[in-house]
């Protein structure tokens, strides 16, 4: 069963304007929530991450929020820039770590 | 730093052919982890080590094996592959048990195709 859910496999939008990417997950003990960026022919790598006693964490351009109620987050990029461009993985911890299937974002110049 | 490398970065099999495929880091990382990645699954565990000479089973455990005998290292094995087993490889590291928030660290990933 998948616990960790992203239901957008892909999202477009224009350089400049804000990028929202979700998740959903199953598993009300997951402690930790991360995302990771990746890039063809790479492995992913750490963007940003949330405990989960809070319900924000920004970094920069990078925002992501918990709504633990409904067991959801989300990644917001602000402004949002060609070099974005990658697939997004929301992953969640406990005993180990457990990731969503990849949301592609593509930012148009 | 190389950081976290693998070793093949491509390889085709055919079906009951046995491979080996290797990890290495050197930012002294207790912790090592063997991912696969497929279409429309994300990322799934297959097995991880806690320190060197130590591993223990992940999500997707079955037809693998893996040994850690020195810290730098970690290597998975198949010794029977079947086309279940086409799939990306990567190899991750980190300093803590992915609890707490502690990044992995990923390497550039192995593209096994079994016929």
């Known amino acids: 069963d998948q616990q960790v859910k992203q239901n957008s496999p892909s999202l477009s939008v224009q350089e400049g304007r804000i990028s929202i990417l979700n998740c959903d997950y199953t598993?009300?003990?997951?402690?930790?929530f991360l995302w990771y960026k990746k890039y063809p022919a790479e492995g992913p790598t750490f963007l940003i991450s949330i405990s989960s006693i809070k319900d924000k964490n920004e970094d920069g351009r990078f925002t992501v929020f918990l709504n633990k109620s409904a067991k959801h987050l989300s990644l917001h990029i602000v402004p949002s820039q060609p070099g974005d461009s990658a697939v997004y993985f929301c992953a969640a911890s406990l005993n180990d770590m457990r990731f969503g299937a990849g949301t592609r974002l593509t930012v148009k110049p | 730093n190389a950081g976290v490398t693998q070793t093949p970065k491509f390889r085709v099999l055919k079906t009951g052919q046995s491979m080996t495929l290797l990890c290495a880091q050197d930012?002294?990382?207790?912790?090592m982890y063997w991912y696969r990645q497929d279409p429309g699954m994300g990322l799934r565990l297959i097995h991880y080590?806690?320190?060197?000479?130590?591993?223990a089973k992940g999500e997707v455990p079955d037809g693998y094996n893996v040994s850690r005998l020195k810290k730098q290292n970690f290597l998975l094995g198949l010794e029977s592959a079947a086309p279940s087993q086409t799939s990306v490889y990567f190899c991750?590291?980190?300093?803590?048990?992915?609890?707490?928030?502690?990044?992995?660290?990923f390497g550039p990933g192995t593209r096994l195709t079994v016929l």
């Open positions: 598993n009300s003990m997951f402690d930790y």
């Open positions: 080590s806690v320190g060197e000479g130590t591993t």
């Open positions: 991750a590291s980190s300093y803590l048990v992915s609890q707490g928030g502690n990044e992995q660290f």
């Open positions: 930012m002294n990382h207790e912790y």
